[in-house]
């Protein structure tokens, strides 16, 4: 029974640990922007219903493209909106 307890936890390297970080911080503010493109595409008084379901189809088609889109698109407004 030689580092039974530890064997686990020193079985990644450093290097590898912190591209984990970096991976898990991308992911994080990916989903957070995702989440608050959604929110501000359906608090938005000036979209119709029907730009309100192209916009959350393209975001679920092409989510990076989508979000980029809407906050170029959207941006200024936005940040009123959430101001």
């Known amino acids: ?3 039974s ?3 686990p936890l020193l079985a ?3 290097g590898e640990f912190l591209w984990s970080l970096v991976i898990i911080f991308f992911m994080v503010v990916f989903f ?3 989440f ?3 929110i501000d595409i359906f608090r938005n008084p000036t979209i119709s219903g029907l730009g309100k379901a192209g916009w959350v189809l393209l975001i679920i088609i092409l ?3 989508g979000i980029l ?3 170029i698109v ?3 407004k936005m940040s009123e909106r959430w101001g």
């Open 1 to 3: 029974m030689s580092g």
């Open 5 to 7: 307890v530890l064997g």
């Open 12 to 14: 990644i390297t450093f």
């Open 32 to 34: 957070v922007l995702l």
């Open 36 to 38: 608050a493109t959604i």
């Open 63 to 65: 989510p990076i493209i």
């Open 69 to 71: 889109a809407y906050l």
């Open 74 to 76: 959207q941006g200024e």
